[in-house]
């Protein structure tokens, strides 16, 4: 499978605990980008890389949040001291460099994370 | 700042029936518009991709337009299957650099076809 992938598909934390998400892109895009949707919505814009550089940050990401793309590569999305109000769906998309080719964004199947 | 809104939120229709699924932008300085096809609790799955320099786009059963002066795409879906039951978001890429590279998503439509 090419596409993009995450990991864990589910996870159930109590409030307070740290959880982390992996993101693994298509392996030519250079772009990575992190949305998070909750129930009945469309999904919203947290953060995105170029390569390794962290580029944009929404004020949606406070500082319990923190997102990485260690090499390029793979990225990690880690909430630490998790809240209520985290619980969602985390969804990471790569796409190429706009400007090279068409900018299309391609999903994974999200990561769904529920706090009690 | 961008908003995006798709009327309606929920949608039912017969099977056979063509599906019209409506959304608008305020800020028409866009770089694309991306339609996406969501199942319950799953990820997004890209339809179509519209350039700004686009009118529209095709993809076997299914066309979107776009009509950037007017800020509206509409994506057609000709022939409605029970398969086709989802929900259809769509989402623009600001033209303005400044605004960063992201998509700006509507709410989207849920769409139920009855066999």
């Known amino acids: 499978d090419t596409g993009v992938s995450q990991d864990p598909r589910h996870k159930i934390t109590k409030r307070g605990q740290n959880v982390t998400f992996r993101c693994d892109p298509i392996?030519?895009?250079?772009?990575l980008y992190w949305y998070r949707q909750t129930l009945g919505q469309g999904p919203e814009f947290l953060t995105y890389?170029?390569?390794?550089?962290?580029?944009?940050k929404s004020r949606l990401l406070s500082d319990r949040f923190s997102a990485e793309r260690p090499k390029g590569s793979f990225s990690t999305l880690e909430i630490q001291r998790t809240e209520q109000g985290d619980s969602a769906m985390y969804l990471c998309a790569s796409s190429l460099a706009a400007g090279s080719v068409t900018g299309e964004l391609f999903f994974g199947e999200g990561s769904r994370l529920t706090v009690l | 700042k961008q908003e995006v809104t798709q009327i309606p939120a929920a949608l039912s229709v017969p099977e056979g029936e063509n599906l019209v699924l409506n959304c608008s932008f305020t800020?028409?300085?866009?770089?694309?518009l991306q339609w996406f096809r969501q199942d319950p609790g799953k990820g997004l799955t890209s339809l179509l991709l519209?350039?700004?320099?686009?009118r529209e786009q095709t993809s076997g059963r299914l066309n979107a337009s776009l009509d950037k002066s007017s800020g509206r795409s509409t994506l057609y879906i000709a022939a409605s299957q029970p398969g086709d039951s989802a929900t259809y978001l769509c989402?623009?890429?600001?033209?303005?650099?400044?605004?960063?590279?992201?998509?700006?998503f509507g709410g989207g439509t849920r769409v139920l076809v009855k066999p």
């Open positions: 392996s030519e895009h250079n772009r």
């Open positions: 989402a623009v890429r600001h033209m303005i650099k400044a605004a960063g590279n992201k998509l700006t």
């Open positions: 890389f170029q390569n390794e550089a962290q580029l944009e």
């Open positions: 800020d028409s300085a866009i770089y694309n």
């Open positions: 519209i350039q700004s320099s686009q």
